[in-house]
C-alpha cells in the first residue's frame, strides 16, 4: 500500500489537511533556504577526557597532575600555542591543516555538575544548572521553526532512540540508524493495519498521524539515501557507518538541516590510556573522511560539524590510572568558513582550578547561539536560552 | 459496569485486568469494583532486593576509598538492576493492583534517584507503605528520606552556605507549585531545611551545628521555623491541595486539563486532611471518570504498556534482564525518573522511532523473534549487560479454555475486547480469521491484530 491509500484508508479525520500541511513543511524548509546551513552534532558520551585530547604539552602543571597519563611533546600531532592531539588522531590533525577545524577551550557553564546525567541534561535542554528542562534546544528549534508536528525529517538522530536535544513541546527529531531497514519495518506495520476507525480519539488519530508522517518522512529520507553516493571509505565501526549515513543523505540532497550522532564510552575512570586512545581514534578515522567528502561536493562551506562532551575530567588523574569526572572542556567546530581556524583562544588554564576542576569561560549557550544564527537561521531567545549572544565562530 | 467500564477502571487504577478475570468483572456494580481493587490493595509486598551496606555513607566512603569505588558502583549496580525487575514483576504479578499503580504515580511526582540501592529502596518502600495513606504523612516521611535528602543535595545545606535546591523542588513540585511562591520563600524555607541529614543507617539525623536556629520570614508567618514548620505551613495551603488534584487529574483521567473536576478533587483532598484513599475513591466513583471522551483516550505509559501484555499473555522471559533494553528504547526505566520533574507523560511517549519499536515489539514477543535491542551505552546508569534477543515463553492456555465453543466473531470480539480498549470496534477492523483454523491460530491471530494497532497503545 503506497502512502495515499494509507492515509485514505486510515480514514483520518484531518486528512484532507495533513497530506499538504506535511509536503507544505518540507517544501518550507527547502524553499526557505535550499542550500542553507546543515548542522552535524558529535556527542562524545560519557566525558572525554580534553586535556589528553587536545594536549597542552607546553605546560608542566600538566605533567605535574598526570605523571602517569600525560603524553609528551613528542608524541603529540603539534598543533599551535603549546599544544597538540592526541596521537591517534592523524585524521583531526589533517582537518586542522586544511583550516577546518576551530578549537575552543575553557568551554562549560556555571555551577557545574558533575553527574552524566545531569550535565547531559543541562547541555541538551540549555537550561542553568539549578533547573530542569523538559526540552531540548533543537526540539524547540523545531517547535519554532517547524510547522507543528510536521517534518520528522528535519532533523535526525543516528542512533536507536532520540536525545533530548531533538524533543521540542511539540516536535520531535527522528531517531534513524539505517532508512532501509525503518522503511521495512514501518512499511510492513502500515501495511498491515486495522481498517480506519469511524470517529477516532483525539489520541487514537494522533498515533494515526505519527504514523503516517513517520512512513512519509522516512520514505523521503530512503530516497536521499539511495541517491547519495559516498566517495571515501569510512572505518567499519558503528559511529564510522553513522557518519557515513549522515554523509549520504547530505549527499543525496535530503532537506534535513540537523544531523545528531553519538560516540559513547568515555567514562575513563581506570585505566584511560588505551580505552581514551582507541575511542579517539575512531572519532578521528570517521571525522576526516567525512570531511573530504564534504568538500568534494563543495559542501564545505554548508556543513558545520560540532563535537562536545557533557563535561572534562579532572586535571589531576586518580589512583587507577584514569580520571573523574571534570567541568570545563573543549569543543571542536569544523567547516569552510569558520572565523577562528585553529586554537581559537586561551589555553587551558591549570593553575586556576576550582576544586581541582577547569574553571570555564565559554558559556556553551553562546556556541549554540552562534549555531542557531548561522546554522539554522535562529536565535537563540527564539529557543528560550535568554540572555547568551553569538561569539563569532563563524566568517 | 460495561465492558468498555470494566477495562478503563482496572486499567487506570492498575495495568489493566487479567483477562481471564474480565467475566467476573463485568458483572460487579461499580461500587464493588472499587471496592475490591481497595481491598485487594492491602495484600502487597515490600521491595526486598537491596541488601543493607555497612555504612549508607556511600559518597564519603566512595571518597575515601578510591580503589573501593569500581566494587562500590558494581554492587549497587546489580542491586538496582534486581530491584527494577522486582519492580516491574510486582506491577504484573502483584494482587495490589492499585497500590503499584500508585506507587508508580508517587514514584513519578516525588521523582528521585541516587546510585545507592539500599537508599532507594528505602525510599521506595515509603512511598508504596503510603500509597494510598494520606499526603501529609507521606510529604514529612519523604523529606526526612535519605535517597531524597543526597538527591536534592540537602547534605549541603548548611546554615552558612544554604543550598536551596530541596526546598526549591517541595515548592516547586511537591506543593504549591510553580508560581505560588516567591524568591523569597525559597530562601527562608531553605534556611529552615538545613541541617536535615541523614545517618549511618539511612535514618533522619538533624545536624544541630549546621541547622539555622534564625528566625526565618515564610509567607507571611515568623518564627524560628524548622523544616517541619514549612511543610505544615504549605500543606494548610488549600494551593497545595489545588496542585496535587491537577496531577492526579492528568495522570488518572486525561491529559485535557478539566478546571471543574480538578477543583471537585482538590476539595476531597483537602477536606479528608489529604486521605489519598478518600480521594482515589472519589476519582474512581464519579461519574466523569466515565465520560467515553476520557475513557481509552490514554496514551500508555511504557510500564503500562509491558505490564498490560505481560499480565494478558503470561509473558515470562527466559532472562528477565531483556527488561532493562526494552524500557530504555521505550523511554521509562522505573527506579530511574529522568531528571525531578519526572516523566513526560501522554504523548511525550511516542515519537517515530518509539512508535515504530512499540507496534513491533507485542509481534515480536508473541513470536519470539528478534527485535533490535542494542542501546546506547550511558554512563552511571543502571545499564545491566546488553541483550539482543527476546526469548520469551507465552501461556495462551487461558485463552484456548476462555474461547472454547466461541463462534468466530464472539472470538474475535472477546480477545479484542479485553485486550485493547474495546472502542472503535477493532473487533470488526482487523482481518478476519479464517472459519478453517484451529482454535489455537485463531487466537493468535486476533491477538496478534490486536498488539500490532495503533489502538493498542491507548488505555
Same mark, same amino acid.
Given at each position: 500500500?503506497?502512502?495515499?491509500?494509507?492515509?485514505?484508508?486510515?480514514?483520518?479525520a484531518?486528512?484532507?489537511?495533513?497530506?499538504?500541511?506535511?509536503?507544505?513543511?518540507?517544501?518550507?524548509?527547502?524553499?526557505?533556504?535550499?542550500?542553507?546551513?546543515?548542522?552535524?552534532?558529535?556527542? /562524545?558520551?560519557?566525558?572525554?577526557?580534553?586535556?589528553?585530547?587536545?594536549?597542552?604539552?607546553?605546560?608542566?602543571?600538566?605533567?605535574?597532575?598526570?605523571?602517569?597519563?600525560?603524553?609528551?611533546?613528542?608524541?603529540?600531532?603539534?598543533?599551535?600555542?603549546?599544544?597538540?592531539?592526541?596521537?591517534?588522531?592523524? %585524521?583531526?590533525?589533517?582537518?586542522?591543516? &586544511?583550516?577546518?577545524?576551530?578549537?575552543?577551550? =575553557?568551554?562549560?557553564?556555571?555551577?557545574?555538575?558533575?553527574?552524566?546525567?545531569?550535565?547531559?541534561?543541562?547541555?541538551?535542554?540549555? $537550561?542553568?544548572?539549578?533547573?530542569? *528542562?523538559?526540552?531540548? *534546544?533543537?526540539?524547540?528549534?523545531?517547535?519554532?521553526?517547524?510547522?507543528?508536528?510536521?517534518?520528522? $525529517?528535519?532533523?535526525?538522530?543516528?542512533?536507536?532512540?532520540?536525545?533530548?536535544?531533538?524533543? %521540542?513541546?511539540?516536535?520531535?527529531?527522528?531517531?534513524?540508524?539505517?532508512?532501509?531497514?525503518?522503511?521495512?519495518?514501518?512499511?510492513?506495520?502500515?501495511?498491515?493495519?486495522?481498517?480506519?476507525p469511524e470517529a477516532p480519539s483525539d489520541n487514537l488519530n494522533y498515533l494515526?498521524?505519527?504514523?503516517?508522517?513517520? &512512513?512519509?518522512?522516512?520514505?523521503?529520507?530512503?530516497?536521499?539515501?539511495?541517491?547519495?553516493?559516498?566517495?571515501?571509505?569510512?572505518?567499519?565501526?558503528?559511529?564510522?557507518?553513522?557518519? @557515513?549515513?549522515?554523509?549520504?543523505?547530505?549527499?543525496?540532497?535530503?532537506?534535513?538541516?540537523?544531523?545528531?550522532?553519538? !560516540?559513547?564510552?568515555?567514562?575513563?575512570?581506570?585505566?584511560?590510556?588505551?580505552?581514551?586512545?582507541?575511542?579517539?581514534?575512531?572519532?578521528?578515522?570517521?571525522?576526516?573522511?567525512?570531511?573530504?567528502?564534504?568538500?568534494?561536493?563543495? /559542501?564545505?562551506?554548508?556543513?558545520?560539524?560540532?563535537?562536545?562532551?557533557?563535561?572534562?575530567?579532572?586535571?589531576?588523574?586518580?589512583?587507577?590510572?584514569?580520571?573523574?569526572?571534570?567541568?570545563?572542556?573543549?569543543?571542536?567546530?569544523?567547516?569552510?568558513?569558520?572565523?577562528?581556524?585553529?586554537?581559537?583562544?586561551?589555553?587551558?588554564?591549570?593553575?586556576?582550578?576550582?576544586? %581541582?576542576?577547569?574553571?570555564?569561560?565559554?558559556?556553551?549557550?553562546?556556541?549554540?547561539?552562534?549555531?542557531?544564527? =548561522?546554522?539554522?537561521?535562529?536565535?537563540?531567545?527564539?529557543?528560550?536560552?535568554?540572555?547568551?549572544?553569538?561569539?563569532?565562530?563563524?566568517? | 459496569m460495561t465492558l468498555q467500564e470494566t477495562l478503563h477502571l482496572f486499567w487506570r487504577a492498575?495495568?489493566?485486568?487479567?483477562?481471564?478475570?474480565?467475566?467476573?468483572?463485568v458483572?460487579?456494580?461499580r461500587?464493588?469494583a472499587?471496592?475490591?481493587?481497595?481491598?485487594?490493595?492491602?495484600?502487597?509486598?515490600?521491595?526486598?532486593?537491596?541488601?543493607?551496606?555497612?555504612?549508607?555513607?556511600?559518597?564519603?566512603?566512595?571518597?575515601?576509598?578510591?580503589?573501593?569505588?569500581?566494587?562500590?558502583?558494581?554492587?549497587?549496580?546489580?542491586?538496582?538492576?534486581?530491584?527494577?525487575?522486582?519492580?516491574?514483576?510486582?506491577? #504484573?504479578?502483584?494482587?495490589?493492583?492499585?497500590?503499584?499503580?500508585?506507587?508508580?504515580?508517587?514514584?513519578?511526582?516525588?521523582?528521585?534517584?541516587?546510585?545507592?540501592?539500599?537508599?532507594?529502596?528505602?525510599?521506595?518502600?515509603?512511598?508504596?507503605?503510603?500509597?494510598?495513606?494520606?499526603?501529609?504523612?507521606?510529604?514529612?516521611?519523604?523529606?526526612?528520606?535519605?535517597?531524597? /535528602?543526597?538527591?536534592?543535595?540537602?547534605?549541603?545545606?548548611?546554615?552558612?552556605?544554604?543550598?536551596?535546591?530541596?526546598?526549591?523542588?517541595?515548592?516547586?513540585?511537591?506543593?504549591?507549585?510553580?508560581?505560588?511562591?516567591?524568591?523569597?520563600?525559597?530562601?527562608?524555607?531553605?534556611?529552615?531545611?538545613?541541617?536535615?541529614?541523614?545517618?549511618?543507617?539511612?535514618?533522619? *539525623?538533624?545536624?544541630?551545628?549546621?541547622?539555622?536556629?534564625?528566625? @526565618?520570614?515564610?509567607?507571611? @508567618?515568623?518564627?524560628?521555623?524548622?523544616?517541619?514548620?514549612? !511543610?505544615?505551613?504549605?500543606?494548610?495551603?488549600?494551593?497545595? #491541595?489545588?496542585?496535587?488534584?491537577?496531577?492526579?487529574y492528568a495522570?488518572f483521567v486525561s491529559e485535557q486539563p478539566h478546571?471543574e473536576r480538578?477543583?471537585?478533587?482538590?476539595?476531597?483532598?483537602?477536606?479528608?486532611?489529604?486521605?489519598?484513599?478518600?480521594?482515589?475513591?472519589?476519582i474512581f466513583m464519579s461519574d466523569w471518570f466515565y465520560d467515553p471522551k476520557v475513557m481509552g483516550n490514554r496514551i500508555k505509559?511504557?510500564?503500562?504498556?509491558?505490564? %498490560?501484555?505481560?499480565?494478558?499473555?503470561?509473558?515470562?522471559?527466559?532472562?528477565?534482564?531483556?527488561?532493562?533494553?526494552?524500557?530504555?528504547?521505550?523511554?521509562?526505566?522505573?527506579? =530511574?525518573?529522568?531528571?525531578?520533574?519526572? *516523566? @513526560?507523560?501522554g504523548?511525550?511517549?511516542?515519537? #517515530? $522511532?518509539?512508535?515504530?519499536?512499540?507496534?513491533?515489539?507485542?509481534?515480536?514477543?508473541?513470536?519470539?523473534?528478534?527485535?533490535?535491542?542494542?542501546?546506547?551505552?550511558?554512563?552511571?546508569?543502571?545499564?545491566?549487560?546488553?541483550?539482543?534477543?527476546?526469548?520469551?515463553?507465552?501461556?495462551?492456555?487461558?485463552?484456548?479454555?476462555?474461547?472454547?465453543?466461541?463462534?468466530?466473531?464472539?472470538?474475535?470480539e472477546?480477545?479484542c475486547g479485553v485486550?485493547a480498549v474495546p472502542q472503535n470496534k477493532l473487533h470488526s477492523r482487523?482481518?478476519?480469521?479464517?472459519?478453517?483454523?484451529?482454535?489455537?491460530?485463531?487466537?493468535?491471530?486476533?491477538?496478534?491484530?490486536?498488539?500490532?494497532?495503533p489502538e493498542?497503545q491507548l488505555c
Open positions: 500500500m503506497n502512502r495515499r491509500d494509507f492515509i485514505k484508508r486510515s480514514g483520518l484531518s486528512t484532507a489537511l495533513l497530506v499538504p500541511r506535511f509536503l507544505q513543511a518540507s517544501s518550507l524548509l527547502r524553499a526557505d533556504n535550499p542550500d542553507g546551513p546543515i548542522l552535524v552534532m558529535v556527542q /562524545l558520551s560519557g566525558g572525554n577526557d580534553g586535556l589528553n585530547t587536545v594536549v597542552p604539552y607546553a605546560n608542566d602543571l600538566y605533567y605535574q597532575a598526570r605523571p602517569g597519563l600525560a603524553l609528551g611533546k613528542d608524541e603529540v600531532l603539534i598543533l599551535e600555542k603549546g599544544m597538540g592531539l592526541h596521537p591517534n588522531m592523524e %585524521g583531526l590533525h589533517e582537518i586542522y591543516q &586544511q583550516g577546518w577545524l576551530s578549537i575552543l577551550n =575553557h568551554v562549560g557553564y556555571p555551577n557545574p555538575n558533575r553527574s552524566h546525567f545531569r550535565s547531559m541534561d543541562i547541555w541538551h535542554s540549555g $537550561s542553568p544548572s539549578n533547573e530542569s *528542562w523538559t526540552s531540548g *534546544w533543537l526540539g524547540r528549534w523545531l517547535d519554532a521553526h517547524c510547522l507543528q508536528g510536521g517534518t520528522p $525529517s528535519a532533523a535526525i538522530e543516528v542512533n536507536d532512540t532520540l536525545s533530548l536535544a531533538m524533543r %521540542g513541546e511539540n516536535s520531535k527529531g527522528l531517531a534513524i540508524q539505517n532508512p532501509n531497514a525503518v522503511a521495512r519495518q514501518i512499511n510492513a506495520l502500515v501495511e498491515r493495519l486495522p481498517q480506519a494515526y498521524k505519527t504514523l503516517a508522517e513517520t &512512513q512519509s518522512g522516512v520514505g523521503y529520507l530512503q530516497e536521499a539515501y539511495r541517491l547519495g553516493k559516498t566517495q571515501r571509505e569510512y572505518p567499519n565501526h558503528a559511529f564510522g557507518k553513522h557518519m @557515513k549515513t549522515i554523509a549520504q543523505l547530505i549527499l543525496g540532497k535530503a532537506h534535513t538541516r540537523v544531523y545528531y550522532a553519538e !560516540l559513547g564510552g568515555f567514562d575513563t575512570h581506570i585505566q584511560q590510556k588505551n580505552k581514551q586512545g582507541r575511542l579517539l581514534k575512531q572519532y578521528s578515522d570517521a571525522m576526516l573522511p567525512f570531511m573530504e567528502e564534504m568538500r568534494a561536493a563543495n /559542501l564545505l562551506d554548508r556543513v558545520v560539524v560540532v563535537t562536545f562532551s557533557e563535561f572534562g575530567r579532572r586535571v589531576a588523574q586518580n589512583a587507577s590510572g584514569g580520571t573523574d569526572h571534570g567541568t570545563a572542556n573543549n569543543l571542536f567546530v569544523m567547516g569552510g568558513k569558520l572565523a577562528h581556524p585553529g586554537i581559537a583562544n586561551e589555553a587551558p588554564d591549570l593553575s586556576s582550578l576550582d576544586e %581541582g576542576d577547569l574553571k570555564y569561560r565559554i558559556d556553551f549557550r553562546s556556541v549554540y547561539a552562534d549555531l542557531l544564527q =548561522h546554522c539554522l537561521g535562529s536565535s537563540a531567545a527564539s529557543v528560550g536560552i535568554k540572555g547568551f549572544e553569538p561569539l563569532g565562530l563563524f566568517a | 492498575g495495568f489493566g485486568p487479567d483477562p481471564t478475570q474480565v467475566p467476573r468483572l458483572q460487579l456494580t461500587a464493588e472499587v471496592d475490591l481493587l481497595f481491598q485487594d490493595a492491602q495484600d502487597y509486598s515490600p521491595m526486598d532486593r537491596a541488601e543493607m551496606p555497612a555504612s549508607m555513607r556511600w559518597r564519603k566512603q566512595m571518597r575515601n576509598n578510591p580503589e573501593d569505588k569500581k566494587a562500590v558502583r558494581k554492587f549497587n549496580l546489580e542491586q538496582l538492576g534486581d530491584m527494577n525487575i522486582q519492580a516491574l514483576n510486582e506491577f #504484573a504479578f502483584s494482587r495490589a493492583q492499585l497500590r503499584e499503580k500508585m506507587f508508580l504515580f508517587w514514584h513519578d511526582h516525588f521523582a528521585c534517584f541516587v546510585p545507592f540501592a539500599y537508599m532507594l529502596q528505602l525510599h521506595i518502600n515509603k512511598l508504596k507503605a503510603e500509597a494510598l495513606g494520606n499526603y501529609r504523612t507521606m510529604l514529612h516521611t519523604v523529606a526526612k528520606d535519605a535517597a531524597m /535528602l543526597e538527591f536534592l543535595n540537602n547534605t549541603q545545606n548548611r546554615s552558612r552556605n544554604p543550598n536551596e535546591n530541596f526546598a526549591r523542588e517541595v515548592l516547586e513540585l511537591y506543593t504549591l507549585g510553580i508560581g505560588q511562591y516567591t524568591e523569597q520563600d525559597i530562601k527562608e524555607a531553605a534556611r529552615a531545611f538545613t541541617g536535615w541529614n541523614y545517618d549511618d543507617a539511612g535514618a533522619f *539525623w538533624l545536624v544541630e551545628r549546621w541547622h539555622d536556629t534564625g528566625t @526565618k520570614t515564610f509567607r507571611g @508567618k515568623s518564627g524560628a521555623f524548622g523544616g517541619e514548620d514549612i !511543610l505544615n505551613t504549605v500543606l494548610d495551603d488549600p494551593a497545595t #491541595a489545588a496542585f496535587l488534584a491537577k496531577k492526579l495522570w478546571t480538578e477543583k471537585e478533587i482538590a476539595e476531597v483532598l483537602y477536606s479528608s486532611g489529604y486521605a489519598i484513599d478518600q480521594t482515589m475513591r472519589h505509559s511504557p510500564a503500562d504498556l509491558l505490564t %498490560g501484555f505481560r499480565r494478558q499473555v503470561g509473558l515470562t522471559f527466559k532472562d528477565e534482564q531483556v527488561l532493562f533494553a526494552l524500557q530504555r528504547i521505550l523511554g521509562q526505566t522505573v527506579g =530511574h525518573p529522568p531528571n525531578v520533574a519526572g *516523566w @513526560k507523560d504523548r511525550a511517549w511516542i515519537d #517515530a $522511532s518509539t512508535l515504530v519499536f512499540r507496534m513491533r515489539l507485542g509481534e515480536a514477543l508473541l513470536s519470539n523473534s528478534d527485535l533490535e535491542l542494542q542501546t546506547r551505552d550511558l554512563p552511571e546508569q543502571p545499564s545491566y549487560g546488553k541483550l539482543d534477543k527476546l526469548q520469551t515463553e507465552l501461556s495462551l492456555q487461558h485463552f484456548y479454555e476462555l474461547c472454547a465453543g466461541l463462534s468466530d466473531t464472539e472470538l474475535t472477546f480477545i485486550t482487523i482481518r478476519p480469521v479464517q472459519a478453517a483454523w484451529p482454535l489455537e491460530k485463531k487466537v493468535q491471530h486476533v491477538l496478534l491484530e490486536t498488539v500490532r494497532s493498542y
